[in-house]
């Protein structure tokens, strides 16, 4: 009904859409290095996806893009996602005639925004998604999404902030360890989210 609403009010039918999931709905998995490395992981990651019950129960299905970003550095982002949600997903636009061109993580959607508008120019820029019940965290350069993590305890404003707090020089690290993809320092932070909700992020955080 809600996307009835939407159509209508906003003259989408037979418009086509992305679908930009967060962590609540889906998993994101960035793997970046060499071709041996890449494949690696994403073998690992193929044995994984069905046991991350945080999805819910039943098949899991997975989204995936790679490219060589680097002539030794190869880079895939992966998103797993509930079978049964994602068809329902795909039936709810279909049923409001929209067409769906690709569903993603959010992190991923943000990461391809902060790019397209130049935000932070070469320099790796922090990205926090708090659309979902609690915050999906990551780094991106060039547009792409470098590292995504869910930190377990950043539920709300404040505990987001103390995770950050205790994460930065981390993630420092993570940046310096990939200059080769990455240049300079990483000073900026993204907040996506409700009014809200960012209001008394940056409150907290001041």
Not at 59 to 88: C, F, H, M, W
Not at 94 to 109: K, Q
Not at 117 to 143: E, H, L, N, R, Y
Request: with cysteine; charged share 25%.
């Amino acid at each position: 009904e809600a996307l009835d609403t939407l159509v209508d009010r906003h003259d989408m039918r037979r418009g086509r859409v992305a679908v930009s999931l967060d962590g609540d709905f889906c998993v994101t998995r960035v793997a970046m290095g060499n071709t041996e490395e890449v494949d690696r992981e994403l073998e690992t990651l193929a044995d994984r996806v069905p046991r991350y019950l945080q999805l819910g129960p039943g098949e899991k299905v997975t989204g995936s893009s790679r490219l060589k970003i680097a002539p030794t550095v190869d880079y895939a982002v992966t998103g797993v996602v509930n079978r049964s949600l994602i068809q329902l997903i795909y039936d709810s636009l279909r049923s409001a005639d929209i067409e769906t061109t690709w569903a993603e993580p959010s992190l991923v959607s943000v990461a391809r925004m902060v790019g397209e508008a130049k935000i932070g120019g070469d320099q790796p820029v922090m990205i926090a998604d708090g659309t979902g019940q609690q915050w999906d965290v990551g780094i991106t350069c060039d547009g792409r999404l470098l590292l995504d993590y869910r930190p377990a305890a950043a539920t709300n404003e404040e505990a987001f902030r103390q995770t950050l707090d205790g994460h930065i020089t981390r993630l420092q690290r993570f940046c310096h360890r990939h200059r080769g993809i990455v240049s300079g320092e990483m000073s900026q932070l993204l907040l996506c989210g409700s009014s809200e909700k960012l209001k008394s992020s940056v409150e907290i955080g001041q």
